[in-house]
């Protein structure tokens, strides 16, 4: 059952509005006439202090203006897009940015633009069709065997390529019988064995909350895996400390998931917090989004990719910008985002090849993409091209029973997990977001 969210304007014409402010229950914002958020004039305790960066977050022009000069478009842009999606980055963030380029990938990450107010003919509000998915309150499910638990609202950084900026910014968070709802759903679902936690960002919430769902969901016996979605160990890495990351290990098996998308984002405090996570048996992947003009070049990917690596980090998945609205500039051609892909498969570690993919529009789910290898194919082998162009051979087996007889007896007595035959006998199904047994 779809909830109503905050509406998005239907056209870039509409009458700009103040920005919603946050609800008093919030970590308050420091005022324009409040102190420093420049990293030379905070004390060192203080800026170390997450709850100090998430309650000084840069939101306005003035803000923005202490730390950079600011471009007139970035001003024009400031004053003119506050209807369509708010701004927020923290002061750590901030620092990172180039105070005198406005090509600088942070701030193309954090500022808006005037092209935020075009809205392409195919771009939408919801472009990955979560609300339609969504049978319990705050959960997406989408997948067979997995859902999306949105369990809090706000972020740390509003990013103007977020995909979900129609529920994001603190003006309806989640209630405590929402999110009892969502862990009801989850627990009477038994087909569900993954459940990934996002938002907003669900490292904002406090320790002893985020432990309560995290033990809720490992108390339900066909929950096997919890992932987080986060960009906090990006934009806040002083959040990752030694009892946050000592209580997710009690989860585990627990996977995080950050979201870094250009190599100048990684610094010794956002290594610091990735390395922490893993030291405590945490694993750390990254998702990055191919944005044009910030990330989309073969040289910044290697080096993204590669730094992700060292600092243990998996690069996991590269996705292709999403349709939603006022996004389209900083959506890469798809045969500049496979030409990249090229640049990497045989160049690096395949370690640091990320999958490349198209979250499909209206939401048919994640389709790989990338470069094509196969230049002819008969019944005798295959015709293959090599990372560095040439072609090879490879002969296809004389036997082509792929059949497994061992699986008669491993598999003895389980029920066959494919969604497919689960369908038949469930025709409600995940697809129509039943709430099933099955």
Avoid at 141 to 153: E, G, I, N, S, T
Avoid at 416 to 431: K, Q, S
Wanted: with cysteine; hydrophobic share 40%; aromatic share 6%.
């Amino acid at each position: 059952m779809p909830r109503s969210r905050r509406p998005l304007p239907l056209a870039p014409s509409s009458p700009a509005a103040a920005p919603v402010s946050d609800r008093a229950d919030r970590v308050p914002s420091a005022a324009a006439s409040g102190p420093s958020r420049r990293r030379a004039e905070v004390a060192p305790e203080r800026w170390r202090d997450w709850r100090w960066q998430v309650g000084h977050m840069l939101r306005t022009e003035h803000d923005f203006a202490e730390v950079i000069r600011l471009s007139d478009d970035e001003r024009r842009a400031l004053r003119r897009t506050s209807h369509l999606f708010r701004v927020g980055a923290t002061p750590y963030y901030a620092d990172l940015m180039d105070p005198d380029r406005a090509a600088c990938p942070v701030r193309m990450q954090a500022l808006p633009s005037l092209c935020e107010l075009e809205f392409a003919p195919a771009e939408l509000r919801d472009p990955l069709g979560e609300d339609d998915r969504s049978p319990a309150p705050r959960v997406v499910h989408k997948y067979p065997d997995r859902v999306l638990f949105l369990v809090v609202d706000r972020c740390a950084i509003y990013c103007r390529h977020c995909n979900r900026r129609r529920l994001v910014g603190g003006d309806d968070p989640p209630t405590s019988p929402e999110i009892e709802a969502g862990l009801d759903y989850i627990a009477r679902t038994r087909r569900i064995r993954d459940v990934l936690l996002s938002g907003g960002d669900p490292l904002l919430l406090g320790d002893r909350k985020l432990d309560y769902v995290l033990g809720r969901l490992r108390a339900i016996p066909h929950v096997e895996i919890i992932r987080i979605g986060t960009r906090l160990p990006v934009v806040c890495p002083m959040r990752v400390d030694d009892a946050l990351a000592a209580m997710l290990r009690r989860h585990a098996p627990l996977y995080v998931n950050t979201h870094f998308n250009h190599p100048k984002e990684i610094t010794a405090e956002a290594r610091a917090a990735c390395e922490r996570l893993v030291d405590h048996g945490v694993p750390v992947g990254n998702q990055a989004v191919l944005l044009r003009g910030v990330n989309s070049s073969v040289r910044c990917m290697r080096a993204l990719m590669r730094a992700l690596v060292r600092m243990r980090v998996r690069p996991y998945y590269l996705f292709q910008g999403d349709t939603v609205l006022g996004t389209d500039h900083l959506r890469t051609p798809v045969d500049q985002a496979v030409a990249l892909m090229d640049g990497m498969r045989g160049w690096m570690s395949g370690m640091a090849i990320p999958h490349l993919v198209i979250d499909a529009p209206g939401g048919g789910g994640k389709i790989p993409i990338g470069p094509e290898y196969v230049l002819d194919r008969d019944q005798d082998g295959l015709t293959l091209r090599t990372y560095r162009g040439d072609a090879v051979r490879y002969p296809e087996p004389r036997a082509r029973d792929c059949r497994v007889p061992y699986d008669e007896v491993f598999f003895a007595g389980q029920p066959d997990d494919d969604d497919r035959i689960l369908a038949e006998v469930d025709p409600g199904g995940f697809g129509g977001c039943a709430e099933t047994e099955a």
